[in-house]
């Protein structure tokens, strides 16, 4: 087997956050020396460059964009949804997002996809759908329609249950679909500015949810809470992560530490437009510094679209700046979201045996912002991810909105917080961003770069999620 060595840069060793020099080999998928002075069968030139094991996104929706930038997403075609995803996963695996959990939106069909080779991506792991109690965010029911689904078929079941019985059959019924992981929302929407510190279901259907999905094979439960008492009855009934967190207390932190939930902020729903909702961005600055400082174990997810999918590395500057530091959020974005899924001893360093993701930055710098404009090369199981074809822009008929930064809807949190009617009610047109100039200074040459397609994800929001 060839080995290819990967040399004259630096590795980051993310579980200390230092970087040194050194050279990396990969045989096959896997990483199978790290050190200085080695030898391989090719050589790529890493000099001037930092290597960094792949980011993990561990809360995407990689399959919305499609139906939430429609002005009547009931015009779309079933297809569309997954289709959509395509230039999502593109783009994320070209920023260096080798590995993303999905919070729901898609189905175990995207996933063999890309285990096919059919179409290109990161490896993805599947929720389906969010469960929820009746009248929860999840439940797709409006006055004048009843039940209005967006999204049901059979790969994609019922995610509506009542009591713990319930609990267990819906917990059956998603990993019947092939879900991966169990997502439920303990709390409302904060888009929708209802029932955010409300809990929306009992310590009894929680521990089912959470004893049901550890007897399906040792499956998780990830919990939208945004409130600090569905985060911290989720903690104690054993939920794996708490996603959102924005209000999260004192007594929930200790909750989680004690039980061993990770915490997963999804910064970018309050900070991608902080003007929005300020005293938000103060409130889920706070969550995090509390839990840092209780010991709860911090990983990276976005919650994107809540920003473009070209945005998704902004998450790793907004938990330095929130506190856990340049070396600290470089870890929650890969060795500890490895840790959260389940994956640590595959993935998530740049060590001997462990599965050959990689991405190689220009510079040495641990500063996480702007970190899109630094990307130089990315690998994936090993395969060095293919450029963006010349003159790739946006889907054909893609629209594209104002371009104004910020002019993305960031309304804290639209994918979780969706709407069963469709409506846009502020009339405001989709759009999409296109990642940075064509030129990037100090980057590869066009044909080496790991571009970004500017035609995923960029759409920015529009009202049906809020
Ligand atoms: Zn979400």
């Known amino acids: 087997m060839t080995r290819v060595l990967l040399t004259g840069g630096s590795v980051l060793d993310v579980a200390s956050g230092e970087a ?142 009542c009591g713990a019985d319930g609990a267990r059959d819906v917990v059956r019924r998603m990993v019947r679909a092939g879900a991966d992981w169990i997502k ?26 959470v004893d049901e999905a550890d007897r399906q094979g040792r499956r998780g439960v990830m919990v939208h809470a945004h409130g600090a008492r569905g985060a911290e009855l989720a903690a104690r009934a054993g939920a794996r992560s708490i996603e959102h967190g924005t209000w999260l207390d004192e007594s929930a932190v200790a909750a989680m530490a004690e039980s061993g939930s990770w915490f997963v902020p999804t910064l970018s729903t309050t900070h991608g437009d902080p003007d929005r909702r300020p005293a938000a961005v103060e409130a889920h600055r706070r969550a995090v510094r509390l839990a840092v400082e209780a010991g709860v174990p911090v990983a990276m997810g976005t919650d994107n679209p809540v920003r473009p999918h070209t945005e998704v590395l902004r998450e790793i500057g907004y938990l330095s700046d929130a506190g856990l530091g340049p070396a600290g959020a470089l870890r929650a974005a890969t060795l500890d979201a490895a840790r959260l899924l389940g994956l640590a001893d595959d993935r998530g360093e740049v060590a001997p045996g462990k599965r050959a993701d990689l991405v190689l930055l220009d510079g040495t710098d641990l500063d996480p912002a702007r970190l899109e404009d630094r990307i130089r090369s990315v690998w994936h199981n090993g395969r060095q991810v293919p450029a963006a074809p010349t003159g790739s822009g946006r889907v054909a008929g893609e629209r594209r909105g104002d371009e104004r930064p910020g002019s993305g809807r960031a309304d804290g949190e639209p994918p979780d917080g969706e709407r069963p009617d469709g409506g846009r009610p502020d009339g405001e047109r989709p759009g999409s961003e296109r990642p940075g100039g064509s030129e990037r200074p100090g980057a590869a040459p066009p044909d080496q770069r790991a571009a970004p397609d500017s035609s995923a994800g960029g759409a920015a929001l529009n009202g049906t999620t809020r």
Not at 24 to 51: P, Q
Not at 121 to 138: A, K, N, Y
Not at 190 to 206: I, W
């Open 20 to 161: 040194r020099p050194a050279d990396v080999v990969m045989e096959g998928d896997r990483i199978v020396a790290v050190g200085t002075g080695l030898d391989g069968d090719e050589a790529v030139d890493c000099t001037g460059g930092m290597l960094l094991p792949g980011f993990i996104d561990c809360h995407t929706h990689v399959c919305l964009p499609a139906t939430y930038h429609e002005d009547d997403p009931l015009d779309m075609p079933r297809s569309a949804r997954a289709l959509a995803a395509v230039p999502v996963l593109r783009t994320l695996l070209r920023l260096g997002v080798t590995t993303v959990r999905d919070a729901w939106g898609a189905d175990a069909g995207l996933k063999l996809a890309l285990e096919r080779g059919w179409i290109e991506g990161p490896d993805l792991f599947v929720s389906l759908r969010q469960v929820c109690t009746t009248g929860g965010i999840g439940d797709h029911w409006a006055p004048l329609s009843g039940s209005l689904d967006l999204f049901g078929d059979p790969s994609m079941p019922d995610p509506v249950f």
């Open 184 to 209: 439920v929302t303990a709390t409302g929407s904060m888009v929708r500015g209802t029932g955010v510190h409300d809990v929306q279901l009992t310590a009894e259907e929680m521990r089912a949810l």
